[in-house]
C-alpha cells in the first residue's frame, strides 16, 4: 500500500539535523544526502567554490548536505537524479523536454536543502543574523506551503488544474570570454532558484501557481526563438526575481479526503486575491537595484539604468521595441 502521509516538520520546527528532511524518520549524523547532486558538481566543476551562509558561515558546495534516510535517498531521490541528470546529457533540448513537475521538484530540494541548512545553523550560528529566519511568521507560511507540495518527491500527488510553481528554460548564447558554465543564485524571501547550465538558464518561482509566468507571458513569447548573451539573461532574470517580489500571496493547499484504494493525493490550490492584491506596486528604484545586482559583474550601476527614467537601460530590446541581436 502506498504512503499517504505528509511529514511536517514546521509544528515543532524541528531542523536539528536528527530528522530526515522529507518523511521525518530519525537519522543517524552520517545519515546525509549532497543539496547538489555529485554528477552536477563533476560536470561543471564546482564542488570547492564557496558560498556564504545568512550567519556568514563560509562553506563549499561539496560541503552543503541534508540529514536523509536511506529509504528517501534510494527510493526517491537517486531516481529523481538519474531522471534529470539523463535530460542533462541533451543540453537545451533535453531541458526543455523534462517534465514540470520533475524539474519542479529537482530545483524544489535544492532550494529547500540550502533553506534547511539556513535553519539547521540558526540553532548554533556562527553570528546571528539580523532577521532570523524562524523568527519570520509570513517566511515560515510560505515554506510550510511549499513543503507540503514538495513531498510529492516521496507521496505520490497529482495537482488539480494548477502546477505550485513558475518555470523557464531560457536558451543562452555560447559563452564569451569571462562566462561562466555554472551559475547558481537563489531567494529565500521570494522563493526563487536559477542555475545557469551550459547553454540553458532555469529559473523557478517556486511558489506562485504559474502566477509570474502568466504575468510575464507577453515579455517571455517576443523573447521566443531567441538565445540570450549574458547581460540580457541577466535583465531577464532581474524581470523575473523582480516579480517574485512584488508577489504579495501565498498560494494555500488543501489535500482532499483520502479514499480507500487511493494511489495519491490529490491537492486542490486557493490563493486569496479578494483580501490583498497579488501584486505589490511597481517600483522603478527597486527594479534599477533588482538589476544592478544582476549586473554586478560589468559595473553597472542603478543609477545608469535610470538614466532615462521613462524608458530604463535595456539589453533585451532596442528603442523601437525590436529583439536585439548583438549587445556590447
Known amino acids: 500500500m502506498t504512503n499517504l502521509t505528509l511529514y511536517n516538520p514546521f509544528v515543532k520546527l524541528a531542523f536539528t539535523g536528527n530528522n530526515c528532511f522529507l518523511c521525518g524518520q530519525p537519522v543517524t549524523p552520517t545519515d546525509t544526502i ?28 561539496a560541503d552543503l548536505t541534508l540529514p536523509g534516510c536511506s529509504t528517501c535517498h534510494q527510493q526517491y531521490l537517486a531516481p529523481l537524479e538519474e531522471q534529470v541528470k539523463a535530460a542533462a546529457t541533451q543540453g537545451l533540448n533535453g531541458w526543455q523536454q ?8 529537482w530545483l524544489g530540494k535544492i532550494f529547500y536543502g540550502l533553506l534547511v541548512r539556513e535553519l539547521i545553523a540558526e540553532q548554533n550560528p556562527l ?4 532577521y532570523l529566519l524562524t523568527e519570520d511568521v509570513y517566511m515560515l507560511d510560505k515554506v510550510q506551503s511549499f513543503f507540503k507540495v514538495l513531498q510529492s518527491i516521496r507521496v505520490p500527488m497529482v495537482f488539480s488544474d494548477f502546477m505550485p510553481c513558475s518555470i523557464f528554460r531560457v536558451p543562452l548564447q555560447p559563452d564569451a570570454p569571462g562566462d561562466l558554465p555554472f ?18 538558464l532555469l529559473i523557478c518561482c517556486l511558489l506562485d501557481n504559474g502566477i509570474i509566468k502568466a504575468a510575464l507571458g507577453q515579455l517571455w513569447q517576443r523573447l521566443e526563438g531567441h538565445a540570450l548573451s549574458a547581460k540580457q539573461a541577466a535583465e531577464f532574470s532581474a524581470q523575473v526575481y523582480y516579480a517574485a517580489y512584488l508577489l504579495n500571496v501565498i498560494p494555500e493547499y488543501f ?13 486542490d490550490t486557493l490563493i486569496d486575491d479578494i483580501t490583498a492584491s497579488v501584486f505589490n506596486p511597481w517600483s522603478s528604484t527597486a527594479y534599477a ?4 545586482e544582476m549586473l554586478k559583474r560589468w559595473g ?26 548583438e549587445v556590447k
Open 127 to 130: 553570528m546571528t543574523p539580523q
Open 289 to 292: 537595484h533588482m538589476f544592478e
Open 183 to 200: 551559475e547558481f543564485r537563489d531567494d529565500l524571501h521570494s522563493m526563487v532558484i536559477s542555475l545557469k547550465l551550459g547553454d540553458t
Open 34 to 61: 549532497l543539496v547538489f547532486p555529485e554528477w552536477l558538481m563533476a560536470q561543471y566543476n564546482f564542488a570547492h567554490q564557496e558560498l556564504l551562509l545568512l550567519d556568514k558561515k563560509i562553506i563549499t558546495y
Open 98 to 105: 523534462l517534465n514540470d513537475q520533475v524539474l519542479f521538484k
Open 255 to 267: 489535500v482532499r479526503t483520502v479514499k480507500p484504494g487511493d494511489s495519491a493525493l490529490v491537492l
Open 300 to 325: 553597472i550601476t542603478s543609477a545608469e539604468i535610470l538614466r532615462n527614467p521613462p524608458q530604463p537601460l535595456s539589453f533585451l530590446f532596442d528603442e523601437a521595441g525590436n529583439f536585439q541581436l
